[in-house]
């Protein structure tokens, strides 16, 4: 018994021992490890940001910047403000950007770049009030008054997460150097919507979804803006009212004249020379004194950023070297109006663009578009050069005369190609009988337009000529005229002859194959062949006016035929002859002031008979 007691009390010393052994080791412990509870960090600050799915924009921003990966992967001490996912979104969302990539790599960089120090891995414990320098250089204002708060707003949500290469404070929004630039956030055609100095250039712009689609997309283009008074002042220089009246191909040829599409240029980046448009027209450029196009137009603001180039807005419009030498001059006026687009591209054809662009001076009376159907001409296809160079040249005088200086009455006016025939008098200017002049005193450098209502074509063949050839038409007119005067040839009066002779100057009122079967019925004949000569020859002298006068002339009284007296009533639009009979001018136009060579013909619906 007494052998096991000892035995027991062996193991209780024991015990105690062990027990008090074990206690002291823990103190030590203790006493050596109460500022480390929490595991060694494993991560670098990187991995620690993409270990957290809050900071993955951070990551996403990073990843753009391999050599900041790279530090902040590295073994120095570090500390880094990281912003949430939420502090991204709310700076894209004042920035009024869609996504980082909206953010150019150097301004996004300097930004990443503000939320490193450098000098040490700082706990929160460790800041103070004051300012601490980032790696961008710029220096962050500290407050740690309540909690930690960076240039007086932005909070730390969550401080020290410890990482192997230094400490991570989260912070709820993203820190903006003082030298930060907000990059643009418009395309080069929403800044122009959004100036409000510039809604005529966004008006013709809008004539042209192709170019606003250019305009809206990637790309690096630079664009010379016209302000809306630059506009205005353009429409003065080429005498119109509006966009609209413009010719869409010149407009878009203007408008493509201010963009080039190789390079965003700044300012600064602009040299002395050319610059080649998308017009592939060159735009010269000059830097002395300020930036200057073409010599007289004037950067007024420069380097307006844009998501896809840079704007540079200019005080006129650009107007490209191909299209300058038309403004001011006689040819202006219908070049840059689309209701003359007919007249220009005739002008083209026949290759005389280069003489109504000289010195003159000139007097052009110029057809509109609806002036050339008026006449017939519904396309210039069916025209040759040769064809038409006599017509253009028809509608030019070799002289400026204003509409004040156009001669009263009836007069026959030299062109640079013959005569026309002007009537001027209560009812207006008109040309041939059938053309009005609508528009007067177009004053340009080099004579002066007057506008028309239908194009002239100038004679070619005589009255005979123009009578045989409508005799033999589609639809046949004057066939028993024809035939009339057929008869009188080789007798003591040819009036054949008369109608035939180039230096004639006649007028012939001309009776329808239905007037003279009418004729017919009352001298109970059969045709014209049953006619005695001299019977048919004093009847078609009575139709017969020894001068050119076209409806326009005709007033009321008595005119003198070759054979008598007829009496006109102009406002009837009818003639009589001495035995009372009345006929009527016919009401198609197309049958009334008939041009020819050596005079005019009029249709009428009856047969005039002598005394």
């Known amino acids: 018994m007494i052998t096991h007691f000892k035995n027991r009390l062996n193991q209780l ?24 509870d929490a595991p060694a960090p494993d991560k670098n600050i990187v991995q620690l940001a993409q270990a957290n799915p809050e900071l993955s924009t951070l990551v996403t921003a990073l990843t753009r910047f391999p050599d900041l990966v790279t530090t902040l992967s590295g073994s120095g001490q570090l500390t880094v403000f990281a912003p949430t996912n939420t502090a991204f979104t709310n700076l894209l969302t004042t920035l009024g950007l869609p996504s980082l990539e909206a953010i150019p790599d150097a301004t996004l960089k300097s930004v990443l770049q503000y939320h490193v120090i450098t000098s040490g891995a700082l706990n929160a414990s460790q800041l103070t009030n004051g300012t601490i320098t980032t790696a961008s250089g710029q220096t962050i204002a500290v407050n740690v008054t309540n909690g930690v708060t960076l240039n007086g707003s932005t909070r730390v949500t969550t401080a020290d997460v410890q990482a192997t290469n230094g400490v991570v404070h989260v912070v709820d929004a993203v820190l903006v150097p003082s030298n930060f630039v907000a990059p643009p956030n418009k395309t080069i055609v929403q800044l122009a919507q959004a100036t409000p100095n510039l809604s005529v250039l966004v008006t013709a712009l809008t004539k042209y979804p192709d170019l606003v689609s250019t305009l809206s997309g990637n790309g690096t283009f630079t664009v010379f803006a016209p302000t809306n008074t630059a506009f205005t002042n353009l429409l003065a220089a080429i005498g119109q009212t509006s966009l609209d009246d413009i010719p869409e191909s010149v407009l878009k040829s203007v408008l493509q004249y201010h963009v080039v ?73 219908a070049y840059f109006n689309k209701n003359f687009s007919t007249l220009v591209a005739a002008v083209v054809k026949a290759d005389l663009l280069s003489t109504l662009l000289g010195a003159g001076p000139f007097t052009l009376f110029a057809p509109t578009n609806a002036a050339f159907t008026a006449a017939g001409v519904t396309s210039l296809d069916n025209l040759t050069k040769a064809q038409l160079i006599p017509i253009l040249q028809y509608h030019v005088l070799g002289s400026k005369v204003l509409a004040a200086d156009l001669p009263s009455g009836s007069a026959a006016i030299t062109t640079l190609n013959g005569k026309f ?14 053309t009005q002049v609508t528009s007067t005193n177009i004053n340009a450098s080099n004579g002066v337009v007057h506008v028309i209502n239908r194009t002239l074509i100038p004679p070619a063949k005589t009255i005979a000529q123009t009578a045989t050839d409508l005799s033999t038409s589609s639809s046949p007119q004057f066939t028993q005229l024809v035939a009339a005067l057929a008869r009188t040839s080789g007798t003591g009066t040819d009036l054949l002859a008369a109608v035939s002779n180039a230096d004639a100057n006649l007028t012939v009122f001309a009776p329808t194959d239905a007037a003279f079967q009418a004729l017919y019925t009352a001298l109970g004949v059969a045709n014209v062949n049953e006619i005695p000569i001299a019977t048919l020859t004093a009847v078609l002298q009575v139709h017969v006016v020894g001068a050119r006068v076209f ?13 008598g007296n007829v009496t006109v009533n102009a406002t009837a639009k009818t003639i009589t002859d001495a035995k009372g009979n009345v006929a009527n001018l016919s009401a198609n136009a197309a049958l009334l002031n008939v041009l020819a060579t050596n005079g005019v013909i009029h249709t009428i619906d009856k047969v005039l008979l002598p005394q």
């Open 551 to 563: 409806s326009t002339d005709l007033t009321n009284g008595s005119v003198a035929t070759l054979n």
């Open 13 to 36: 010393v024991s015990f105690r021992w062990a027990l008090a052994f074990s206690v002291l080791a823990s103190l030590v412990l203790l006493s050596c490890n109460d500022d480390d």
């Open 261 to 333: 599409s190789t390079a965003a240029l700044q300012a600064s980046q602009l040299t002395a020379g050319n610059l080649n448009s998308v017009s592939n027209e060159a735009i010269a450029v000059t830097v002395t004194g300020g930036v200057r196009i073409n010599g007289t137009v004037n950067v007024t603001t420069a380097d307006v950023s844009a998501t896809n180039g840079v704007v540079h807005i200019v005080d006129a419009v650009l107007v490209p070297p191909s299209i300058r030498p038309v403004v001011g001059t006689i040819v202006a006026p």
């Open 421 to 434: 025939y002007l009537s001027n008098g209560g009812s207006g200017v008109f040309i041939n009988g059938t």
